[in-house]
């Protein structure tokens, strides 16, 4: 039998209520469907799962490179090369730290060859030992940078609205072997710096920020989210301020940012006097050449993502089960991710489903961050009681999805990706039936075939 007549014989057979999330979930285990009968030949077909055409023929991605002014690029390429002054604290690369330190209004920048590294190297130049808190929503790579500098994560629930570290789970974590606190700035939002402060400076704990998602962001209005001790940027290409690959480390602390300075490279203190171990994590000038036209056109870029947030907030509004988390659009934000949640009880279709059908309309939205940092190697067995300390996270790590967005992207675009959304939930059972029988190359593994399960642990911002 083809795929199509597979669907047809499912249609036909869609008429009753069901309960189909009992196979396709542990979470979610029932749900009251009113009867689902498509309407064959109407807008139901307005999926792709069941028939319809793809709603675009391009792919649509999460994190596709917002490009700057190329003129304004390629004249910067031209000056470093006429320069001969390829990397080593070049002059784009001290312009560009410049430039981050004002736009974060911090003191001092020291940047990077990417966000990991400069987690990596803070981590280090801070001197933290044994255990740190950290929650387990995030990027892998925030765990990876403790981890590789022989520390222990403690892994901490996080806020249901924010996604950022709840600090009453982060004071019942503190042991005797806790030396730091690293929180996660995650999706722009901003910890609760001031509250972090308190419990660090109490027990005497360190505390800095991954903030690789929050260049532009100010959710308190004044003078930048939470640095800590320091704070590290992203500006991988698929950052929406971004130098190709780049990083940055931001502190107001003068000792810290001379040693951190001297960790970027290599350690040296001179021609040959080594004072600390370091690595090779600087920026060449190639990267602070992008940064620097990127940062110029962060406004454009944030205008864009904004009107985009506001086109997704009006087209999911009025679907069940999908909330889109809230933003302030009165403070400054770079509106970089539109996460969503999905309630598949009410939506009636699973996350994992929803994201499925909508890469058949060649929208590739994307499940975060599952399955959680701690259920991926080789973390797996540091959180045994998992289901009773994180929560928040086994729930997000089940529910949360992005959707594209970026200067790629337009409120057209995404109106159209909102009317398949709502397509999709008003057919969600014959959706369901229908996925259970595809095999498009284009699903994610972990949605081919019934009841897969794959670990996309190198699921990437
Ligand atoms: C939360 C978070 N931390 C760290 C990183 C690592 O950044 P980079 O790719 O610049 O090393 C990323 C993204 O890629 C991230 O999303």
Redesign the pocket.
């Known amino acids: 039998m083809t795929n199509e007549q597979k669907i047809s014989q499912i249609l036909s057979n869609v008429s009753s209520v069901g309960s189909h999330l009992d196979s396709r979930s542990a979470v979610l285990t029932s749900r009251n469907l009113a009867p689902v009968r498509p309407e064959i030949g109407s807008r139901a077909y307005h999926a792709a799962v069941l028939g319809a055409k793809p709603e675009f023929k391009r792919t649509l991605h999460v994190g596709r490179p917002n490009m700057p002014d190329r003129a304004a690029f390629l004249r910067r390429i031209n000056e470093v090369l006429d320069s001969g002054w390829l990397s080593n604290f070049g002059p784009m690369e001290q312009e560009f730290e410049r430039r981050v330190a004002e736009t974060a209004g911090t003191k001092y920048c020291v940047a ?1 060859c ?6 990596e190297v803070a981590i280090a130049g801070l001197g933290m030992t044994g255990d740190v808190i950290v929650p387990s929503f ?5 765990v990876h ?1 403790l981890w590789r500098q022989g520390l222990r994560p403690v892994f901490c629930d996080v806020d249901p609205e924010t996604h950022c570290l709840d600090v009453d789970c982060v004071e019942a974590a503190i042991t005797s072997r806790t030396t730091g606190i690293l929180g ?1 700035h ?1 999706w722009g939002n901003s910890c609760d710096s001031l509250a972090l402060r308190e419990v660090a400076d109490k027990h005497g704990l360190k505390l800095m920020f ?1 903030a ?2 929050s260049i532009g962001c100010r959710s308190d209005g004044a003078g930048h989210d939470g640095i800590g001790d320091a704070a ?5 290409a ?2 929406c301020v971004h130098a190709f ?3 940055a480390i931001v502190t107001n602390d003068s000792d810290l940012e001379k040693k951190l300075r001297l960790m970027v490279n290599f350690g040296f203190a001179g021609e040959d006097a080594v004072a600390h171990l370091g690595t090779n994590g600087k920026m060449s000038e190639a990267s602070a050449a992008m940064g620097l036209t990127s940062l110029e056109s962060m406004d454009r870029f944030f205008e864009h993502n904004k009107r985009n947030y506001m086109a997704y907030s009006a087209g999911l509004g009025e679907i069940p089960g999908i909330k889109l988390m809230r933003r302030h659009t009165n403070r400054p934000h770079n509106f970089q991710y539109i996460v969503t949640e999905i309630d598949a009880d009410a939506f009636g279709l699973t996350r994992d489903e929803l994201v499925a059908a909508l890469r058949l309309e060649n929208v590739c939205a994307r499940r975060y961050f599952h399955p959680g940092c701690h259920r991926m190697e080789p973390y797996v067995g540091l959180s045994p009681r998992a289901g009773q300390t994180l929560p928040v996270t086994e729930i997000l790590t089940d529910r949360v999805m992005v959707l594209p967005t970026g200067t790629a992207i337009s409120t057209d675009d995404i109106s159209r990706i909102c009317r398949r959304i709502s397509a999709l939930s008003r057919n969600a059972e014959a959706v369901h039936r229908a996925l259970t029988v595809c095999n498009d190359p284009r699903l994610p593994s972990y949605a081919r075939g019934p009841g897969v399960e794959v670990s996309t642990a190198g699921t ?2």
């Open positions: 990077t990417n966000a990991t590294t400069g987690l995030t990027f892998i790579a925030t940078a996660v995650l991954d690789a998602h590290v940027f992203s500006f991988h698929t950052k690959e780049g990083g990437r911002l």
